[in-house]
């Protein structure tokens, strides 16, 4: 999509701190981090605005993003992380690009979702 910052991100339109990038996945820093790593992994694709989206036919690729995340989190060396997803304004998803935080490096304790307003 054009107008999607998460598009231009995948295609290096817009610079990123890339941490893991394949064919299907790529995986960045976010430029507010909410705790000490704070990693974003998106399908390069734009095959889904949110979660709602995700299909039989999109699983796939999001069970590799789990993938990634998981070796992720390895390589960083962390034990405890949480994986976050916002699906919808509610929620609070701003960027319409499938996304999913990890989050660690601190205790995330009882937080929700480790991302504050
Ligand atoms: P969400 O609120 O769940 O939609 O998450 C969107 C995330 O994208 C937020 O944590 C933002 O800080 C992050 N973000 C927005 N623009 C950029 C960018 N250009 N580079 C890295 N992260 C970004
Ligand atoms: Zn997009």
């Known amino acids: ?3 999607c910052i998460f ?3 995948a295609t290096g339109k817009i610079p990123s701190q890339k941490v893991y990038e394949d064919a299907e996945i790529l ?4 430029l507010i981090p909410q705790a000490p790593t704070h990693i974003l992994v998106i399908p390069k694709a734009h095959i889904a605005s949110s979660a709602a989206e995700i299909t039989a036919e999109t699983a796939p ?3 590799r993003i789990f993938a990634v995340i ?3 989190a390895r390589e960083q060396k962390l034990e ?3 994986i976050v997803n916002n699906c919808g304004e509610d929620a609070g998803q701003t960027v ?3 996304h999913f935080h990890l ?3 601190i205790s995330l304790g009882a937080m929700l979702t480790g991302i504050q307003e």
């Open 61 to 63: 690729i999001v069970g």
């Open 27 to 30: 995986a960045f820093r976010d």
């Open 80 to 82: 405890s992380y949480r």
């Open 96 to 98: 319409r690009h499938l």
């Open 7 to 9: 598009c231009k991100i």
């Open 70 to 72: 998981a070796q992720l």
């Open 103 to 105: 989050l660690g490096g």
């Open 1 to 3: 999509m054009s107008d």
